[in-house]
């Protein structure tokens, strides 16, 4: 007997703030969010709900960020609390605290501020160093 289930689908959401745009006050978004244009305010994703933030080069926040995820390419000035995965790509600038699980930093970037883990204490903040044996032969 074959049993059919149904899944739920989520359509995946992208939002695109272009450059030239500036918006003065809070922004709340789920899916993916792309930021050309300027944020002068605090930018919320949804809760509970997978959802990335992409600030390009053109880019600038200037207030907190609340992700689970984000890229950051562009300026930022003020605290970026990422729950899962934050990059801060070549031509990031970071002026702030950045509180994070899991960071990729790229030659490039730049962060004027202080960087604070998320893990739980007790938990590895990163992998210990392998030495290798070199042989004489």
Do not use: W
């Amino acid at each position: 007997m074959l049993v059919s289930k149904k899944k739920k689908v989520f359509a995946n959401h992208h939002s695109l703030l272009c450059a030239g745009v500036k918006v003065v006050g809070d922004l709340y978004f789920s899916g993916d969010f792309y930021l050309e244009g300027s944020v002068k305010g605090n930018i919320y994703s949804e809760e509970g709900k997978s959802a990335k933030l992409i600030v390009s080069e053109t880019g600038v926040v200037e207030g907190e960020i609340h992700v689970s995820d984000a890229i950051i390419n562009g300026r930022v000035r003020g605290t970026i609390y990422s729950s899962k995965h934050l990059e801060l790509a070549a031509k990031a600038v970071v002026d702030g605290t950045i509180h994070y699980n899991l960071i990729e930093m790229v030659k490039g970037s730049q962060l004027m501020g202080h960087m604070v883990s998320n893990k739980p204490t007790g938990e590895p903040t990163s992998l210990p160093f392998l030495s290798v044996e070199q042989s004489n032969s």
